[in-house]
């Protein structure tokens, strides 16, 4: 796949070696596109989970008018999907115009087609392509921040705030930790864990750092020395997005977590961030009631989904009833056995 025409003089190319700079300073300025839209993604996506990876350009002559990430994901279990993109709670075309963004969206359709693969799936922050499948189960939380620490914590409502209080009064501490494979790795790790999620391998968090370097953080809490929750953060624009986060068993008796997002963002307002984006949960999960209490609005994400092979939706989400036996299973293994095989599962679920 070369290239093709489209209308209005569109033409859609492959992400070719040596013009990831290009994208990325597109990616920068086009008022749709994410963090998750970045060029880096295709090397983490290839290296750390071995996905073929698709990243087209719309181009009218040599101007780049639009971009969307692709990346195949082949599972046993899960099926054959075609994701923009997997492991990212966004993606889809990010276009400066409509017929750019409609030349992206065919060509993806027709390379769907002809991989044969069971569904096309764009993670869209806005609707497109209604007449494509689509399920309300996605939920993503924004809100703006301040640099004033007093006035974050006066807008997070009463219940939380006093979490907060109370992680204070434990004499918690934030430290920045750029180590992200080490200390941060390890907490967030047994917190998935314990939730009964195959965890991902150390060596993505090692691959994340050197792709993304100061954009990639790691801001862990400590009490007494003892380090207790840990997330590791994006940095995108003016925007902050914590993103792998998690508590020892301990984090909860002493507001922990609540604490380390307060106290994230009064970190990331200093570096410069004016919007907390505290990334997708599902509608009836733990972390989707987390979110809410803490003073953040849900807002549905429109993922759409276009079915190949596949005659319904997928449905490859924890809180299919399904694998209710497996969670419960998961959460029982030793960490190091946990640690071991979760890596080859998690590669599969995108």
Request: with cysteine; glycine share 8%; charged share 25%.
């Amino acid at each position: 796949m070369n290239g093709q025409q489209a209308t209005d003089g569109v033409r859609v190319t492959l992400l070719a070696p040596g013009e990831e700079p290009a994208w990325d300073r597109f990616v920068a300025h086009c008022p749709e596109a994410t963090f998750f839209h970045r060029a880096g993604w295709k090397r983490i996506l290839e290296q750390a989970f071995g996905h073929a990876t698709h990243y087209l350009l719309a181009r009218r002559g040599e101007a780049i008018q639009g971009v969307l990430p692709l990346a195949q994901v082949r599972s046993l279990l899960f099926g054959h999907a075609l994701v923009s993109t997997p492991f990212c709670v966004y993606g889809g075309a990010a276009a400066l115009d409509e017929e750019s963004r409609h030349a992206l969206e065919a060509h993806a359709e027709q390379l769907a087609l002809r991989l044969n693969v069971d569904w096309l799936e764009c993670r869209n922050l806005s609707p497109r392509r209604e007449e494509w499948g689509s399920k309300a189960l996605y939920y993503t939380f924004r809100k703006p921040i301040v640099a004033d620490p007093q006035a974050n914590l006066a807008a997070i409502p009463r219940k939380q705030r006093a979490e907060v209080r109370r992680g204070l009064q434990h004499g918690l501490t934030g430290v920045q930790d750029d180590d992200i494979a080490g200390r941060c790795f390890d907490i967030y790790s047994e917190s998935v864990r314990n939730l009964g999620t195959p965890v991902f391998t150390r060596a993505l968090f090692t691959l994340l750092k050197e792709q993304f370097g100061a954009d990639c953080e790691g801001w862990r809490v400590e009490r007494q020395g003892r380090s207790v929750a840990a997330v590791v953060s994006f940095y995108f624009r003016d925007q902050v997005l914590p993103y792998y986060g998690g508590g020892l068993p301990e984090a909860r008796s002493c507001g922990a977590l609540a604490f380390l997002y307060w106290d994230l963002m009064t970190h990331a307002a200093a570096r410069g961030a004016r919007l907390f984006d505290f990334g997708r949960s599902k509608a009836g999960s733990g972390s989707f009631d987390f979110k809410k209490y803490y003073g953040f609005t849900p807002e549905p994400l429109h993922y759409r989904y276009r079915l190949v092979r596949a005659s319904s939706l997928p449905e490859v989400n924890p809180m299919n009833p399904k694998y209710r036996y497996f969670i419960r299973m998961w959460k029982r293994l030793p960490l190091p056995v946990a640690e071991t095989i979760g890596p080859w599962l998690a590669r599969s679920l995108g």
